[in-house]
């Protein structure tokens, strides 16, 4: 009987952690599952040694306050995994916290797999990360097909196994019944608003998606907006943003879950994105966005002198496609009227909107060949 020890640090992981134990366990029932596993993880089968939710920071102010509790946590995983000596650790994602965990592993003689299922972004920034996984890691496991190609110059086993978001959203039960529970009237004009995950993102990036709805609404006043809120702990700051905008809430404008951000992505005709892996379930729904990113001057810096950004583009989708799909206003040229001009160009049926919707087609094609939680779990089992 062979026993695997999944690691899933957020939400994110959490939700691949599940998909990756469901297809262990329909491929190898005799898996012993355990880990540091979210609710995902938790119902489908992984006996978890901590929560995954006590690892969760919002953010970089969050991270700092919590170091201390973060250290002894990482103590904690390291012992129990050398102390039980499973076949196989599979850290996802939460690259901060796994590879450091990956490195006190083998410095203390695990002799166990050690396989980190999403690659750090070494594209982007951090490429000094490529030696310190080839030098701690068994097995790399990426969801994006350029990634392989990075670690050619290594020993690094790499396999690139599919994009999990892809196969999320296309095992997905929609609610068809969404728009009347919470009361938002039918529209062709329904427009998402994404403004990011954390409290410091949606402060930053939701006053530019707000300015440019009440700009937009001049031209479409039936228009609905729809703002997924990611966390609970973001919404009363949400409230204090609408204050004295033209905008009511649930009336044009409403606050919804994250559980139904795919029902908005699938009927809303445009949408405003921060930048992230939203915007890849944006395209994956074929619904033509316009991409944001504020930075504050300390990011900026950090950016441009430390990290040496200096990207043809930003956005993963069109980082995919090497080109264009979503126009970028990623800091530079980041205004209401910018975001506005490139949203009326999408929204309305024109060349732009059509090209837009085709090379989101396009990839949706390019991203289905493959089951990222059964090819995983295939790789995983054989290198056990």
């Known amino acids: 009987m062979k026993s695997?020890?999944?690691?899933?640090?957020?939400?994110?992981?959490?939700?691949?952690?599940?998909?990756?134990?469901?297809?262990?366990?329909?491929?190898?029932?005799?898996?012993?599952?355990?880990?540091?596993?979210?609710?995902?993880?938790?119902?489908?089968?992984?006996?978890?040694?901590?929560?995954?939710?006590?690892?969760?920071?919002?953010?970089?102010?969050?991270?700092?306050k919590s170091l201390r509790k973060m250290v002894k946590r990482?103590?904690?995983?390291?012992?129990?995994i050398l102390h039980t000596e499973p076949d196989a650790v599979i850290l996802i994602d939460y690259p901060g916290f796994n590879l450091r965990l990956a490195e006190a592993l083998k410095r203390n003689g695990y002799k166990g797999k050690v396989i980190q299922?999403?690659?750090?972004?070494?594209?982007?920034?951090?490429?000094?990360?490529?030696?310190?996984?080839?030098?701690?890691?068994?097995?790399?496991?990426?969801?994006?097909?350029?990634?392989?190609?990075?670690?050619?110059?290594?020993?690094?086993?790499?396999?690139?196994?599919?994009?999990?978001?892809?196969?999320?959203?296309e095992s997905h039960t929609y609610d068809p019944d969404w728009k009347r529970l919470f009361g938002m009237k039918e529209s062709d004009h329904i427009i998402g608003l994404f403004p990011g995950s954390r409290r410091s993102e949606v402060l930053s990036n939701l006053p530019y998606q707000l300015k440019a709805a009440e700009q937009f609404i001049h031209k479409y006043p039936d228009a609905v907006?729809?703002?997924?809120?990611?966390?609970?702990?973001?919404?009363?700051?949400?409230?204090?943003m609408l204050e004295g905008k033209s905008l009511t809430i649930n009336e044009n404008i409403f606050l919804l879950p994250k559980s139904y951000?795919?029902?908005?992505?699938?009927?809303?005709r445009s949408?405003?994105?921060?930048?992230?892996?939203?915007?890849?379930?944006?395209?994956?729904?074929?619904?033509?966005?316009?991409?944001?990113?504020?930075?504050?001057?300390?990011?900026?810096?950090?950016?441009?002198?430390?990290?040496?950004?200096?990207?043809?583009?930003?956005?993963?989708?069109?980082?995919?496609?090497?080109?264009?799909v979503f126009p970028e206003l990623i800091a530079k040229g980041l205004s209401s009227k910018n975001i506005l001009?490139?949203?009326?160009?999408l929204h309305e049926e024109s060349d732009s909107r059509t090209a837009c919707v085709e090379k989101c087609e396009s990839l949706r094609l390019k991203l289905k060949d493959k089951v990222a939680s059964v090819e995983a779990a295939q790789v995983i089992s054989e290198l056990i």
């Open 4 to 64: 695997l020890f999944i690691m899933a640090g957020e939400k994110s992981g959490d939700l691949l952690g599940g998909r990756l134990a469901l297809s262990l366990n329909k491929q190898f029932p005799e898996h012993v599952l355990q880990g540091v596993a979210g609710p995902t993880m938790r119902d489908n089968g992984v006996e978890p040694l901590m929560r995954a939710e006590e690892f969760e920071v919002m953010g970089f102010s969050d991270l700092i």
């Open 74 to 80: 990482l103590k904690q995983v390291q012992e129990h």
């Open 117 to 169: 299922y999403v690659s750090p972004s070494v594209w982007a920034w951090g490429k000094g990360r490529i030696q310190k996984m080839e030098n701690c890691l068994d097995h790399l496991l990426t969801i994006l097909p350029f990634e392989k190609e990075l670690f050619a110059d290594t020993t690094l086993p790499v396999t690139y196994v599919g994009n999990p978001i892809a196969e999320i959203v």
């Open 225 to 240: 907006f729809g703002i997924s809120c990611a966390h609970e702990q973001v919404i009363p700051a949400m409230h204090q």
């Open 261 to 268: 951000s795919y029902e908005l992505m699938r009927d809303c």
């Open 271 to 324: 949408a405003i994105a921060k930048s992230g892996s939203v915007t890849l379930e944006l395209a994956l729904h074929a619904c033509p966005s316009v991409v944001i990113y504020k930075l504050n001057l300390f990011n900026k810096l950090i950016a441009k002198y430390f990290l040496k950004l200096n990207l043809p583009h930003y956005c993963i989708v069109n980082i995919l496609m090497k080109e264009t």
């Open 341 to 345: 001009r490139n949203l009326n160009e």
